[in-house]
């Protein structure tokens, strides 16, 4: 993999910000475009702009053809067994909302079980609280193992027969846990209970394979794997999205319209209403074009590396707490982490000042926090346009930020 040939395809990459060399490390929020998908929505929006489906002239022809061909590509990059159920949605938030919101509803009453654990992001929590809320059903966690790992004997005391409903994050966003979704989509389905999945993490930078996971919804969101913001999806067993009813009417879900009811569209449409999101769509096949020509073993290979070589660097500096598992095989190419006596917020706008670009906060996971007994923490992640030399900034960076909080304390 010839990393300085895929910076060079990244135009945002080549700048200095505070007169630095920009150090981009926040990939896990929202990566960074190549030329190839910056130029996709340039072609589409100077050269065929127009709706999708509805009209039989040229530009509407060719939206049309580009944004069921987008379609077409997540179904491969995902090994759906169907275009049918590959949904585009505004990414994954929305398309948790939708199974929780359709699906859930209609099949999770009063007595019944959903179960998630404590790592899990926002966007796959809130949703089953608010179903749990509304239907009476209990939300359970599966508890955590001392380095943020999931135990399948844990996975299998937490789901019962009762479990109508288990989410879970294939790819810890903090943690960087890689969980074993195949197991725990067997003791779902063991159980009766369907398996939901929170992709996020997982589809920009390994390869997905949700016939073999048999898993019955997958959601992802474009952005963070070299797509257009706005753009996601939520892929679902054709017998779910069948049975399910849609929660967004109107545009181009409809196919019969009478004064007092209407039909839906068939597969996928009938999921999509309104004018569906085209640019995002054709912006994010052309991310998978770009990211299938690298490689996603190759991709996820790489990313270990740079993990392990952070954690090893970073181990190095006295005072400094590295979250999650310690064996770099079992962690996605992110590190988090805090430094004593520095609220993360100050040791990201000091890093920033050199240019160095990490995340702080509580990262879309207070539960997390709360089970780490942190309040919020830095996170550093790394993408396929990464380098040791950007690690290595990093590093040198927290060991000022470190020396100079101790001058001023």
């Known amino acids: 993999m010839n990393v300085e040939e895929i910076r060079r395809q990244f135009p945002i990459l080549d700048q200095e910000v505070n007169g630095?060399?920009?150090?981009?490390?926040?990939?896990?929020?929202?990566?960074?475009?190549?030329?190839?998908?910056?130029?996709?929505?340039?072609?589409?929006?100077?050269?065929?702009?127009?709706n999708v489906h509805r009209g039989v002239h040229t530009l509407g022809t060719r939206a049309t053809d580009g944004y069921e061909g987008a379609r077409e590509k997540v179904?491969?990059?995902?090994?759906?067994?169907?275009?049918?159920?590959?949904?585009?949605?505004?990414?994954?938030?929305?398309?948790?909302?939708?199974?929780?919101?359709?699906?859930?509803?209609?099949?999770?009453?009063?007595?019944?079980?959903?179960?998630?654990?404590?790592?899990?992001?926002?966007?796959?929590?809130?949703?089953?609280?608010?179903l749990a809320k509304r239907t009476g059903a209990t939300l359970k966690y599966v508890p955590l193992q001392e380095d943020g790992t999931l135990s399948l004997d844990d996975v299998r005391e937490t789901v019962t027969s009762n479990t109508k409903i288990v989410s879970i994050m294939m790819v810890s966003n903090?943690?960087?846990?890689?969980?074993?979704?195949?197991?725990?989509?067997?003791i779902a389905h063991e159980n009766g209970a369907v398996m939901v999945v929170d992709g996020a993490q997982a589809a920009p930078h390994m390869k997905v394979d949700v016939?073999?996971?048999?898993?019955?919804?997958?959601?992802?969101?474009?952005?963070?794997?070299?797509?257009?913001?706005?753009?996601g999806v939520l892929y679902g067993k054709?017998?779910?999205?069948?049975?399910?009813?849609?929660?967004?009417?109107?545009?181009?879900?409809?196919?019969?319209?009478?004064?007092?009811?209407?039909t839906w569209k068939e597969l996928p449409w009938k999921f999509e209403g309104g004018t569906p999101i085209i640019a995002g769509a054709i912006g994010l096949g052309a991310a998978i074009d770009f990211l299938n020509e690298i490689g996603l073993d190759e991709i996820e290979k790489y990313e270990h590396h740079l993990a392990a070589y952070a954690m090893e660097k970073m181990s190095e500096i006295d005072g400094l707490t590295i979250y999650g598992p310690k064996d770099p095989s079992k962690r996605a190419g992110l590190v988090t982490f805090n430094l004593d006596d520095v609220h993360p917020h100050d040791l990201a706008t000091v890093l920033d000042a050199d240019g160095i670009a990490i995340r702080a906060g509580h990262h879309?996971?207070?539960?997390?926090?709360?089970?780490?007994?942190?309040?919020?923490?830095?996170?550093?992640?790394?993408?396929?346009?990464?380098?040791e030399e950007d690690i290595d900034?990093?590093?040198s960076g927290l060991?000022?930020?470190?020396?100079?909080?101790?001058?001023?304390?």
């Open 20 to 50: 630095q060399p920009l150090v981009y490390l926040d990939s896990a929020a929202t990566s960074q475009k190549p030329l190839s998908v910056i130029q996709a929505l340039d072609e589409y929006y100077k050269g065929y702009n127009s």
């Open 75 to 130: 179904r491969k990059f995902i090994n759906a067994a169907s275009s049918e159920e590959v949904i585009f949605m505004r990414g994954t938030t929305t398309a948790i909302n939708t199974i929780a919101q359709s699906y859930g509803q209609d099949n999770v009453k009063e007595g019944d079980e959903i179960v998630i654990t404590h790592m899990e992001h926002h966007s796959n929590i809130i949703p089953w609280q608010q």
């Open 174 to 186: 903090v943690l960087g846990t890689m969980n074993p979704i195949k197991e725990i989509t067997q």
């Open 211 to 231: 016939q073999d996971l048999d898993c019955d919804f997958f959601a992802f969101s474009g952005h963070k794997m070299a797509g257009p913001t706005g753009i």
């Open 238 to 262: 054709k017998k779910h999205l069948n049975a399910m009813e849609p929660v967004e009417f109107g545009g181009e879900m409809i196919d019969f319209v009478g004064l007092q009811e209407s």
């Open 364 to 387: 879309c996971a207070q539960p997390l926090m709360k089970w780490l007994n942190v309040s919020s923490t830095a996170r550093a992640s790394f993408y396929l346009y990464n380098t």
């Open 393 to 395: 900034r990093l590093v």
């Open 399 to 409: 060991v000022k930020t470190k020396e100079y909080f101790s001058d001023v304390f």
